[in-house]
């Protein structure tokens, strides 16, 4: 608009110099002050720029996801490419966008659509900042704080994966010496207290003694399982969507059990190895949150980098995934 304006004030200079009239020269003259002028501030006035994205909680694959950009700094105006990067796939989307700051944050709104899970982060691409009159600009620096996780999909356990894992919850995984909950091992009885589930309670012995007995059963021995994503290899980065959600599928399914465990892979945007223990939802967010955005490459495989870590950490066992 501003650019349009100038142009046909010019241009009405224009016209009104050729047909001889005084106020031509004037017209012309002011345009010509107020486009150096302008040129003039744009080039040296130093364009600070600062953004934040932000969303309404985590994405689904998919599905519209409506991104918020909030934009502070330098009065003027701004146009640029903005670059949505997925942290996990490496698949990116050009997106172009214009705002105005006058003094205030301006937010600008972009619809995504993402078809795999991921870490989302933006980047600016190319930015520019225009003069006043609209028709010169400079390059300008934005940096973007802020991100967002595209979740994938639960993925399904087969019989065989459920059966080993049935079986390590059946043998490695409880303790004989102290109380929990693996029904299929009862490791003593002991008389009934507040809060025990009558599911426990062994009742014909309660019966046979006059008194409420209960199983205890078996605890989770956590720290003993690991689940291992391969993010080095020969994969294709665009399976890393397939891959995050096998492992956050077993992850979920061990947490469910109660059990603790841990989940390792090497983390290429961070440069070193994550192994995050899991025994909360808020470790597994954390977890969650590292894998996504874990930036995998096409390379040797990592596995062997962790032997020393699970020998001290006390690994027992370790489902792998790539």
């Not at 205890?216 to 399982?225: A, K, M, N, R, W």
Request: aromatic fraction near 10%; charged fraction near 25%; proline fraction near 2%.
């Amino acid at each position: 608009m501003k650019r349009l304006g100038f142009c046909l004030c010019t241009a009405l200079g224009i016209l009104l110099f050729v047909l001889k009239k005084p106020i031509g020269i004037s017209v012309l003259g002011l345009c010509a002050v107020l486009f150096v002028l302008s040129v003039c501030v744009n080039i040296f006035s130093k364009k600070k720029l600062s953004a934040t994205l932000v969303s309404d909680g985590t994405g689904l694959k998919n599905k519209d996801m409506s991104l918020k950009f909030i934009f502070t700094g330098t009065c003027g105006e701004y146009s640029g490419k903005l670059r949505l990067r997925n942290m996990l796939t490496g698949q990116c989307d050009d997106i172009k966008v214009h705002f105005i700051i006058s003094g205030e944050p301006v937010q600008v709104d972009i619809t995504v659509k993402s078809d795999t899970c991921g870490k989302i982060k933006a980047e600016f691409l190319t930015l520019r900042a225009f003069d006043f009159t609209g028709l010169t600009w400079k390059k300008a620096q934005c940096e973007i704080k802020g991100s967002v996780n595209i979740m994938p999909d639960a993925a399904e356990i087969d019989e065989s994966e459920e059966a080993n894992l049935k079986e390590a919850l059946e043998s490695d995984f409880f303790s004989n010496e102290n109380e929990g909950f693996d029904h299929s091992e009862p490791i003593g009885i002991r008389e009934y207290r507040q809060g025990d589930s009558y599911k426990s309670v062994h009742w014909k012995l309660s019966f046979r003694l006059g008194d409420i007995y209960v199983r205890e059963y078996g605890e989770p021995v956590t720290d003993s399982l690991c689940i291992y994503v391969e993010t080095g290899g020969n994969v294709l980065a665009t399976d890393y969507d397939r891959i995050a959600a096998k492992a956050l599928s077993l992850s979920m399914y061990l947490s469910d059990g109660g059990i603790g465990h841990y989940m390792a892979f090497y983390s290429f945007s961070q440069q070193r190895k994550v192994f995050e223990h899991i025994d909360s939802a808020d470790s597994f967010t954390v977890a969650l949150d590292s894998l996504l955005s874990s930036q995998p490459e096409q390379g040797k495989e990592r596995l062997t980098e962790f032997s020393e870590l699970f020998e001290r950490s006390g690994i027992s066992r370790v489902i792998e995934i790539k």
